[in-house]
């Protein structure tokens, strides 16, 4: 959900978000204004009974968005810490590999900058979209078959070897990791919810009966904040999309300064 979002600078997809939500509250408390005089304010304590009722929903609801955002944030952050430890891994595997005979050690070589520069290049603009890129796994299943076909000779190349195959087992593992943050994000129902409580939420503020500016000013301010945290969320939700998108920086690190320094 939202994906338009992704693809306009984040500051001019709050600007929209917000003005839409501050929008419609306004609108709203414009228009059925003489509505809630005529029919709901009846009852003197109309505004009493619902700042009751809004403090109860805002809890509830409070409750959820902060949920979502933590939620959020955690994923983020977690599949950029997997993303720099699968290039970390990678560099120390390429290391290591370095010490490998030839032509195992020219193979090797080629078959991780090859890796890391479809890593850059194809992969990445891929998982920005929304796709798991496959090729990864293929030319990590080929450095694996190349690394397995090596047989030590002297005590100092099976630890070598060893050293490389525990080295590639960490670099599989974070990739996994990081191939898995390209799909995880928050379920559609969890969205319904959020939207269903943004409208409740909103028809609680039209009820009110206030002084106009007091009204637009009070809605607009709970309306404002709302939507900033809906943004949040839904920025942070797919951790490869948009300007707050992880980037393969710490690969283009590894190719640039390592591989070809």
């Not at 709203?28 to 003197?44: H, K, M, S, T, Y």
């Not at 191939?179 to 559609?188: D, K, N, Q």
Request: proline residues 4%; glycine residues 8%.
């Amino acid at each position: 959900m939202f994906y338009w979002i992704y693809d306009v600078p984040s500051f001019l997809a709050a600007g929209l978000l917000i003005a839409l939500f501050v929008s419609v509250c306004w609108l709203g408390i414009i228009f059925l204004r003489p509505f809630v005089e005529r029919r709901l304010n009846q009852d003197g304590r109309l505004n009493e009974i619902l700042g009751d009722f809004l403090q109860y929903f805002g809890v509830i609801y409070g409750l959820l968005l902060g949920l979502l955002a933590v939620s959020t944030y955690q994923n983020h952050s977690d599949t950029e810490r997997a993303v720099g430890n699968e290039a970390s891994s990678l560099a120390a595997l390429y290391q290591v590999v370095t010490a490998y005979p030839e032509p195992f050690r020219s193979d090797l070589e080629a078959l991780i900058k090859e890796d890391t520069r479809y890593s850059i290049e194809v992969a990445w603009p891929v998982q920005r979209i929304g796709f798991v890129p496959v090729g990864g796994v293929q030319r990590a299943s080929a450095i694996y078959t190349r690394l397995s076909s090596f047989e030590p000779q002297t005590k100092r190349q099976e630890l070598i070897h060893e050293a490389a195959l525990s080295q590639f087992n960490a670099f599989f593992q974070n990739r996994r990791t990081r191939l898995y943050g390209v799909t995880a994000s928050i379920p559609s129902v969890m969205w319904l919810t959020v939207g269903v409580g943004a409208v409740i939420n909103i028809i609680l503020i039209w009820l009110f009966r206030l002084r106009l500016k007091i009204h637009l000013l009070l809605g607009g301010l709970i309306s404002f904040f709302t939507a900033t945290m809906i943004c949040l969320i839904v920025l942070l939700d797919n951790p490869y999309r948009g300007e707050l998108g992880v980037s393969p920086e710490a690969f283009r690190l590894i190719y640039k300064h390592l591989m070809y320094g």
